[in-house]
């Protein structure tokens, strides 16, 4: 079992950059593939990054070479760096946890924290 819980989301200008966190509490952390999915405003569901347990990390097409995702193991944090956010990108962020990583928005993650906004707009 595994307790999520994000934050680090807010408003930015277009161009700016947010750094989520994700803490995590339960045992075998190190075990899991850690993720964040997106949920925008017309409750579109979108993947956004996943790292392995192994350290091996994927993103979806928007947030590729924008954002970075990463984890520790030793805190049971995993992050999100987002940098040139753009207005497309505002949506509530759910980090997201499951033996198995899939990139698949539908895949239905086995954990999920309860959400963090995060709004772009000038």
């Known amino acids: 079992q595994l307790a999520l819980v994000e934050s680090g989301g807010g408003s930015v200008q277009p161009g700016g950059s947010l750094r989520l966190s994700c803490a995590a509490s339960g045992r075998r952390f190190g075990d899991y593939a850690m993720g964040w999915i997106r949920q925008g405003p017309e409750d579109e569901r979108e993947f956004v990054a996943a790292?392995?347990?192994?350290?091996?990390?994927y993103y979806g097409d928007s947030a590729r070479g924008r954002f970075t995702i990463s984890r520790d193991n030793a805190k049971k944090e995993v992050y999100l760096q987002m940098d040139s956010l753009e207005p497309e990108d505002t949506a509530v962020y759910y980090c997201?946890?499951?033996?198995?990583?899939?990139?698949?928005?539908?895949?239905?993650?086995?954990?999920w924290g309860q959400g963090t906004q995060v709004s772009v707009s000038s």
């Open positions: 997201v946890a499951d033996a198995n990583l899939v990139t698949d928005p539908e895949y239905a993650w086995a954990y």
């Open positions: 790292i392995s347990w192994s350290d091996v990390s």
